[in-house]
């Protein structure tokens, strides 16, 4: 059956040979001073203009960084390598390319100014709070990398593999956001790439042995060694319990503000033409933001309404469209 399989997968005619594999993932074979430089170079350079896309707000410039983004190389060749175990220094490069990359963002956090609101930017806020569905996305990125790097006839799809699996990009939010001295920020986009790195590498992993790559002359050649699995499930652990838990944080913080908004709705029935344009928690506090002809209600009266629907001593923040910033309170006090 796995015969089958892999014959659909990977058809005979369309089937990269290992020293092709090796010679694209593996830095240290073939001219290897060129294949670094070129490695180096091209890291650089992604860096700086993920750093710049993610300072400006631009997901274009974001995404070109991520299209030119060298990283999942060496991450492959890691994979590969663990097939066949046998040692290519993918592990270090992989290692030294994150430093390099953490690096470039803390340097061009210098450009911020002190009181800069990282969660307002859009490029930095989306990648500090990954979760489960983040993991799900990137795993199914890595199976289909490998089978692209695999097969002659899909390289055409790489490109979107890089986009997807976004890998330069939050290791330049962590360097921002380290560079501003926000230190959970900097541990969530950690959380994703570790995330994204663990994908890459099952995926690898998976793919390459499943398709033969890895067989030799003993049959169990092809399978990755003991320490290999004890890596693999140890960076599983890591990656799968940040996530779960943050995505039971979110889940409860979007049954809260589901919560609060409609109490804030009970909380303006009464006021002519006043609505609740939308509830979301920023740091620790509840904004409602709510549209208003006239004045509003008493805050007191809101915080009466949210008591029992959201935890206590929760601060409360009310939002207006014309600009007006009323602070309510505590639920509770």
């Known amino acids: 059956m796995l015969s089958g399989v892999r014959a659909h997968v990977l058809p005979a005619s369309q089937r990269r040979s290992l020293d092709e594999l090796a010679q694209d993932l593996v830095l240290s074979s073939g001219d290897t001073g060129s294949k670094r430089s070129a490695f180096w170079t091209m890291l650089s350079l992604s860096s700086v203009i993920a750093a710049g896309g993610v300072l400006t707000d631009s997901t274009a410039t ?179 319990v940040p996530l779960a838990a943050n995505t039971a944080l979110t889940l409860l913080i979007n049954t809260w503000t589901g919560r609060a908004k409609d109490a804030a709705d009970q909380w303006l029935a009464d006021t002519p033409g006043a609505s609740v344009t939308r509830v979301d928690a920023v740091s620790r506090t509840m904004h409602i933001h709510v549209r208003s002809p006239g004045d509003l209600p008493s805050a007191k009266a809101l915080l009466d309404r949210l ?13 207006t469209v014309r600009g007006r910033r009323v602070d309510a309170g505590k639920v509770g006090d």
Do not use: H
């Open 62 to 240: 974001v995404i070109g960084a991520m299209i030119i983004a060298p990283l999942s190389t060496p991450i492959m060749g890691t994979a590969l390598g663990s097939v066949q175990r046998r040692r290519t220094g993918s592990a270090g490069v992989v290692l030294a390319a994150c430093a390099l990359v953490i690096a470039f963002g803390a340097v061009f956090s210098l450009v911020l100014p002190g009181d800069y609101d990282l969660l307002s930017n859009s490029q930095i806020s989306s990648r500090t709070s990954p979760g489960l569905m983040d993991l799900v996305a990137a795993l199914a990125t890595g199976f289909a990398g490998a089978v692209a790097l695999a097969r002659r006839d899909v390289a055409a799809v790489l490109p979107g593999v890089a986009i997807a699996i976004s890998l330069v990009p939050p290791l330049v939010v962590v360097g921002v956001c380290l560079g501003k001295l926000a230190g959970w920020l900097a541990l969530g986009a950690l959380v994703l790439f570790v995330s994204n790195l663990f994908a890459l590498l099952l995926g690898g992993m998976t793919t390459f042995a499943a398709l033969g790559y890895g067989t030799r002359a003993e049959r169990t050649a092809g399978r990755p060694a003991r320490s290999a699995y004890a890596a693999m499930t140890l960076l599983f652990v890591v990656v799968f």
């Open 307 to 319: 008591r029992g629907q959201i935890p206590n001593g929760i601060p409360i923040v009310v939002d």
